[in-house]
């Protein structure tokens, strides 16, 4: 399991801007895949985006276009831009690691709120 700690949420209006940051407490480099996750209220954990070591991203059809994932191996942080955000964005957001998963290992994870 790989420790993460998620940061970067709070609360926006409709259309504005935040930047999630995922901080591991060792390095991520030997690490493949890595991902974004979400649960709103009432609603499952989902996955929203995913990079690969390799540079691969795939986002769910509802953030695509507005999100941008990416991975710096060298600040073993991993972020998550959102842009126009809405107000069905808001939920607790998570980022992980396929054996994290496996293990049902979640962290705290981070609270974005996007309301007028």
């Known amino acids: 399991q790989v420790p993460l700690v998620e940061s970067g949420g709070g609360l926006v209006q409709p259309g504005g801007s935040l930047r999630l940051s995922c901080a591991a407490s060792?390095?991520?480099?030997?690490?493949?895949?890595m991902g974004w996750y979400r649960q709103a209220p009432g609603k499952e954990r989902e996955i929203v985006a995913a990079?690969?070591?390799?540079?691969?991203?795939n986002y769910v059809d509802s953030v695509k276009g507005r999100f941008t994932i990416s991975r710096d191996n060298t600040k073993n942080t991993m972020y998550l831009q959102m842009n126009n955000l809405k107000p069905i964005d808001t939920a607790v957001y998570y980022c992980?690691?396929?054996?994290?998963?496996?293990?049902?290992?979640w962290g705290q994870g981070t609270q974005v709120t996007v309301s007028s």
């Open positions: 992980n690691t396929p054996l994290n998963v496996a293990r049902h290992y």
């Open positions: 990079i690969s070591g390799s540079g691969i991203v």
């Open positions: 060792g390095s991520i480099a030997s690490v493949d895949h």
